[in-house]
């Protein structure tokens, strides 16, 4: 069972969660914001630094390829991190985002289809994989397989991943459950986090035996260890499209550039994710 405090978490972040929605309709966004590098470029309409919406599972690499960025470009790159469906909602309701980030395709189509995003600025940038984590001192040993017991392992206990009904890493985990046969014996005992950085810390914290989330959280919490890694024929791709907003300024197609090239690469391939732009030899670790 989850713990009382556990549950108080849980609310308080979806009270945060409706708080930076309205927020976000006067343009300031995200869950977690952050500036790197030197002093911002001026703009006579919009001033201040570049601002990239990005899915809270980037965090750790936007961060340093916004530091690589800066030094080269010398203006800086603030970004907000969050849920892409929490991004995608505040993007619409007029975030002054220049670059939008996403952790699936069904938010880059949503903002596409609201004509939000720039005609002809759309790639797919990264790719990642599906891992089962349970905690660091955890002995648990499961296979990931055809109607596998997931509910068993659990005992009496949640498993944690992102809100199956918006967040992407928790789409991606029914997908894969519904696939494996296994979602109906669990889909009761979920904790749906507002992101898959809030599930990744359910684990982490001991509040949760098993959680599902991205091998790069995974990577990035030495709190947690990976069970196994869902097969990738489970569920669709996992893919992060990168777009331009209809309200980006010009040198966001200079940070574009950078995202694309290979002191960019560099850091999200070290960081455990697929390059999908690169070429073959350079896609992975």
């Known amino acids: 069972m989850l713990k009382e405090e556990s549950l108080l978490h849980r609310v308080t972040c979806r009270l945060r969660t409706a708080a930076l929605c309205v927020l976000g309709t006067f343009g300031i966004a995200g869950e977690a914001q952050s500036a790197s590098g030197a002093s911002a470029a001026p703009d006579p309409d919009r001033g201040g630094a570049l601002l990239v919406f990005a899915a809270i599972s980037l965090t750790d690499a936007i961060e340093e390829a916004n530091r690589a960025f800066a030094t080269r470009a010398g203006f800086a790159v603030r970004a907000s991190y969050g849920a892409s469906s929490l991004l995608a909602k ?7 985002a220049d670059v939008y980030l996403a952790a699936d395709r069904e938010w880059m189509d949503y903002l596409s289809a609201r004509s939000l995003i720039r005609p002809g600025s759309r790639r797919d940038l990264l790719g990642n994989e599906l891992v089962l984590i349970a905690p660091r001192d955890s002995t648990l040993k499961l296979k990931i397989a055809p109607r596998f017991d997931l509910r068993g392992a659990l005992g009496g206990g949640h498993l944690a991943t992102g809100d199956p009904d918006s967040v992407p890493a928790g789409m991606y985990a029914r997908a894969a459950l519904l696939k494996l046969g296994a979602w109906q014996a669990v889909s009761d005992r979920l904790v749906r986090a507002e992101n898959v950085r809030a599930a990744l810390a359910y684990v982490a914290r001991g509040e949760a ?11 990035s919490e030495k709190r947690v260890r990976v069970v196994d890694v869902f097969p990738t024929d489970t569920h669709p791709p996992i893919t992060y499209p990168l777009a331009l907003t209809t309200r980006a300024r010009a040198q966001a197609e200079s940070y574009v550039e950078f995202l694309e090239g290979d002191v960019a690469r560099q850091i999200f391939v070290r960081r455990g994710f697929l390059a999908l732009n690169a070429p073959e030899s350079a896609r992975t670790r």
């Open 90 to 96: 505040q993007i619409e309701a007029g975030a002054a």
């Open 209 to 219: 035996p098993l959680g599902i989330v991205y091998q790069t959280d995974a990577l």
